[in-house]
């Protein structure tokens, strides 16, 4: 699986968008970007993924450069029950879900 | 259905002593992970089952680990002997699998602690 480097914290005030960068230049043609979050003690969370296109859910968007080595989470309008550690991963699609995790971004939403 | 579920939530336990974790996964998912979280290592996956088959077991750190998954509803993760470097927050998770799969579920965690 392609290693991932994202920065260690970052600060976002509330109701501002928070944009969470994620660099993955080892990526291979057939593995997807995923991202999940972790709330103090919780289980990770699955937010979104993608494989080269954007995509956009209910909670965040996923850009994806157009040589997919570097993604973008975007939590559009951060509130404080965002804050948590936040997981960029690369993986195959057919692996049943097998996550590599790494060190991810500690976001603090600020009132 | 209810996610998927750990149990114990918490345990304490003398060194040297064996220590079994469960869980089970949500109905219909045929993959389950075991994970491993402390401060130092983060989050390592330690194995996972395919249809109840162990298909990688490399992250298992020593002989002293060991799982299980008996049937599609159950699995254990068992310590024995259990040491002080054990202690961390062990997460289990599923997925659907087969025909491709968008999310893991994660259970909320065994906290074990080896004194």
């Known amino acids: 699986d392609a290693k991932t480097t994202q920065p260690t914290s970052m600060d976002c005030a509330e109701g501002r968008a928070a944009n969470l960068p994620c660099n993955h230049s080892t990526i291979s043609g057939n593995e997807y970007v995923y991202w999940y979050r972790q709330i103090h003690s919780q289980g990770p969370q699955y937010i979104i993924h993608g494989l080269k296109n954007n995509e956009t859910n209910e909670m965040a968007s996923l850009i994806i450069t157009e040589d997919r080595k570097s993604s973008t989470l975007i939590l559009p309008h951060a509130t404080l029950r965002d804050t948590a550690v936040y997981y960029c991963?690369?993986?195959?699609?057919?692996?049943?879900?097998?996550?590599?995790f790494g060190q991810g971004t500690e976001l603090s939403v600020k009132p | 259905d209810a996610g998927v579920i750990q149990s114990p939530r918490h345990e304490v336990t003398e060194m040297g002593q064996e220590v079994t974790l469960r869980c089970k996964p949500i109905?219909?998912?045929?993959?389950l992970f075991w994970y491993r979280q402390t401060m130092m290592r983060g989050l390592e996956l330690l194995i996972y089952?395919?249809?109840?088959?162990?298909?990688?077991d490399s992250g298992m750190p020593e002989d002293r680990f060991s799982a299980k998954m008996p049937n599609a509803s159950f699995s254990t993760l068992k310590i024995q002997p259990s040491e002080p470097r054990d202690s961390a927050v062990y997460f289990c998770a599923s997925t659907a699998g087969a025909g491709g799969w968008t999310e893991a579920f994660f259970g909320q965690g065994t906290r074990l602690t080896v004194v």
């Open positions: 991963i690369v993986t195959v699609y057919n692996q049943g879900g097998k996550l590599i």
């Open positions: 089952f395919n249809n109840n088959v162990p298909i990688d």
């Open positions: 109905s219909g998912h045929d993959y």
